[in-house]
Structure formats: C-alpha cells, structure tokens
C-alpha cells in the first residue's frame, strides 16, 4: 500500500486549503485513515482519523470545527478541508492508513502567514 499527500502550499491566516491522500495498492475502505502533523520543533500530532466502514470522523481538539476529513472510495482518495487555518496550522501534514499495519505516506508542507 502506497500513500500520497498533496495539496500543501502557502497560504494567509484565514484562508483554506484541501489536502488530498491518493491511497494505491489496496482500497481505502479497508482502512482507518488519518491525518497528521509536524511542526518543526514538535511531536508528530493527530489531526484527523476516519474509520473504515462506515466513516466516522473523529478530530483533534486544535482543529475541531475548522477542519473536515472525507473520503472518495470511487477515486481511493482521503482529503482534509482546511478552513479559517492559522499560523499554528504551519506544519508537514502526512496521511496514514492502518489495517493492522500502518502506513505512511510523505509529507506535504503547509505554511500559514500571518
């Protein structure tokens, strides 16, 4: 199973951006999926997990309200809605799948001016 992050960039304070998590070898389905962050300096934080299934959504409290986890079987691809972001938000997002195993995908950068 491979994981690609896209859709980073910069962007002001108040603006949003769309993560997509392009999943290949297996269906996302199958997997919880998740979203995490690393700001530098910092522990890689939870931002945003998906269940397999039937695809409850659950949030970090930092981003609760502002962010929006989806899926798209048809296209086996996890986005993360981005909105009202903050310089805070400035990190490497990364998309994650479990069944068991995790996996990775790379990072994609996200820079919040001020």
């Known amino acids: 199973v491979q994981l690609q992050a896209s859709g980073g960039g910069l962007v002001q304070a108040g603006g949003s951006l769309r993560l997509s998590c392009a999943v290949s070898?297996?269906?996302?389905?199958?997997?919880?999926m998740a979203w995490f962050r690393q700001a530098p300096g910092k522990e890689r934080e939870f931002v945003s997990f998906?269940?397999?299934?039937?695809?409850?959504?659950y949030y970090g409290d930092s981003v609760k309200g502002r962010f929006t986890i989806s899926r798209d079987v048809a296209k086996n691809t996890v986005y993360l809605q981005m909105n009202s972001l903050k310089s805070e938000d400035t990190a490497v997002y990364y998309c994650?799948?479990?069944?068991?195993?995790?996996?990775w995908g790379k990072g994609t950068q996200v820079t919040v001016s001020s």
């Open positions: 994650r799948g479990s069944r068991g195993k995790i996996y």
């Open positions: 070898g297996d269906t996302i389905s199958r997997y919880g």
């Open positions: 998906i269940r397999l299934g039937e695809g409850r959504t």
